[in-house]
């Protein structure tokens, strides 16, 4: 059967063999136009699917409450190697998310904190490098995760308004939730592990973030991992050197600090407790076991927020910071990462 459609009076009507007219379904005017540029940008990714989608014997999560059914989903019984796969396929469904500009179901202009090159461009597989801690899968006859790095380049400019480009900054970060998601509420710990690549060092008279917590109004971060020579404290004595990581809490003071090492994976976990107001880190290298090196410490975990991982490069002779200052041409840097996950710790459990 051949049919046709078209608007009318903010109505969809439909015509079926040139015969009688039927109404489809009463609609604002251009959300159907939406719908179908939602459906026709989803339909081109092997790993997103809209709702109305069917797809045999697979299991779809609803974006809304994905964080709280992987939540759900790590409490469950299933056997870690599939936890982690589900976790992946669910990651690389946001990937696919973010490369098509598409937030919170919606397609939209500022869907990551990075250029414009999609994420095909800006994540790479390093060869030769061995998974992080807790990407090793323990069974025998898994297969262990891939590590991922993320780079940055002179084009890596965030324009999140599309006219009002954050020229200071060289920045690529994907956001791990959509700021009222679980991960905001009760007792969470972040998890992620780091390490360098020699072919893309990163330049230490910057400053960088590679991993935080950004409150939703943007204005500050729960916590922050640093490295590099903070803006403003060039050769300042007494605080940690340009090559060590500085973990920053809610009023960036510096809560612990360690020593970047070029060639072993640094193991970082950050327990919020959101009621308490409270902070605590861990800390590893290589395949060591996380151990606290803080006390459990206050902290305003208020504002809500999603963890970003990735790069933050800030500049050099800089009045805004934001939107203006010195940053070197030619650049190719990257900050390799596995291990990436949250986890429930509300009965007290950390992964170590």
């Known amino acids: 059967m051949s049919f046709t459609t078209e608007r009318y009076q903010g109505q ?18 251009d959300d159907f136009e939406y719908q179908q540029r939602l459906q026709d940008s989803v339909a ?4 997103v699917r809209t709702a109305i989608d069917h797809v045999a014997e697979q299991h779809l999560f609803i974006y809304p409450y994905l964080s709280h059914n992987l939540l759900q989903l790590n409490q469950g019984n299933l056997k870690q190697d599939t936890k982690k796969r589900i976790l992946k396929a669910a990651l690389m469904g946001l990937a696919d998310l973010h490369d098509k500009r598409i937030l919170h179901t919606a397609p939209s202009t500022r869907a990551s904190q990075r250029g414009p090159a999609p994420w095909s461009e800006i ?12 990407d090793v899968v323990s069974e025998s006859t898994a297969t262990s995760f891939k590590p991922l790095e993320v780079t940055i380049n002179d084009k890596s400019i965030f324009d999140p308004s599309g006219n009002n480009p954050q020229l200071g ?26 390490r360098q690549d020699p072919g893309r060092k990163l330049n230490l008279t910057h400053e960088y973030l590679t991993s ?7 204005g500050g ?5 640093q490295v590099g020579t903070p803006l403003g404290q060039d050769g300042a004595a007494g605080k940690p050197a340009a090559s060590d990581w500085k973990m920053l809490d809610r009023n960036n003071t510096v809560v612990f600090s360690t020593p970047l090492k070029f060639d072993a994976w640094q193991n970082f976990a950050v327990t919020l407790d959101v ?9 590893s290298e290589g395949n060591d076991p996380l151990k606290p090196v803080t006390e459990v410490l206050p902290n305003d975990n208020s504002g809500g927020g999603a963890l970003q991982i990735g790069l933050l ?29 949250v986890e429930d710790s509300a009965n007290g459990c950390v992964s170590l």
């Open 44 to 47: 081109s990714g092997p790993n």
């Open 221 to 225: 971060a729960q916590f922050s991992l």
């Open 12 to 29: 969809w009507v439909s015509t079926a063999l040139g015969l009688q007219d039927f109404i489809l379904k009463d609609v604002l005017a």
């Open 313 to 341: 490069k800030k500049p050099t002779e800089t009045k805004t910071v934001v939107f203006d200052g010195f940053q070197e041409s030619n650049i190719d840097e990257g900050q390799i990462l596995g291990s990436i996950f």
């Open 123 to 134: 994540l790479l597989f390093p060869a030769g490098v061995a998974p992080s801690r807790f």
């Open 212 to 218: 935080f917590h950004e409150t939703n109004d943007s």
């Open 169 to 194: 900054f060289r920045r690529a970060g994907l956001l791990l939730g959509n700021g009222s998601d679980a991960s905001n509420q009760g007792v969470m710990t972040f998890h992620w592990s780091s």
């Open 275 to 283: 009621p308490k107001n409270t902070m605590q880190v861990y800390f």
